[in-house]
């Protein structure tokens, strides 16, 4: 079993930056691929970026290509997500997400997934 545990959400000005953190436990994620997904008020979840257990790959959604890096420390057991220039439509509960399969952005791959943190961007 893995448990995930989400932080760094808040609240923003459209344009400022967060980064979110996500940190494991009861196993190591030295050989899972992670993913962060969120979901917004009314909407479905949708995934924002993903990366391989050695961090070789990583994959984003076209809405956060070039704003939003991901990235890990297997020594700390933790996976980041950076986000940049945001804006209100990044408004959502932020997820990360373990997969054992590789790095893909389908969430019926990822096998764990944490409890989310709200990230808020106004206008």
């Known amino acids: 079993q893995v448990q995930l545990e989400e932080s760094g959400g808040g609240w923003v000005q459209a344009g400022g930056s967060l980064r979110l953190s996500c940190a494991a436990s009861?196993?190591?994620?030295?050989?899972?691929?992670m993913g962060w997904f969120r979901q917004a008020p009314g909407k479905e979840r949708e995934f924002v970026a993903a990366?391989?257990?050695?961090?070789?790959?990583?994959l984003y959604a076209d809405s956060v290509r070039g704003r939003f890096t991901i990235s890990r420390d297997n020594n700390k057991n933790s996976v980041y997500l950076q986000m940049n220039s945001l804006k209100p439509e990044d408004t959502a509960v932020y997820y990360c997400?373990?997969?054992?399969?590789?790095?893909?952005?389908?969430?019926?791959?990822?096998?764990?997934w944490g409890q989310g943190t709200q990230v808020t961007v106004s206008s």
């Open positions: 997400a373990a997969s054992p399969r590789g790095t893909y952005s389908t969430q019926s791959l990822y096998d764990y």
């Open positions: 009861g196993r190591t994620l030295s050989r899972y691929a």
């Open positions: 990366i391989s257990w050695s961090a070789r790959s990583t």
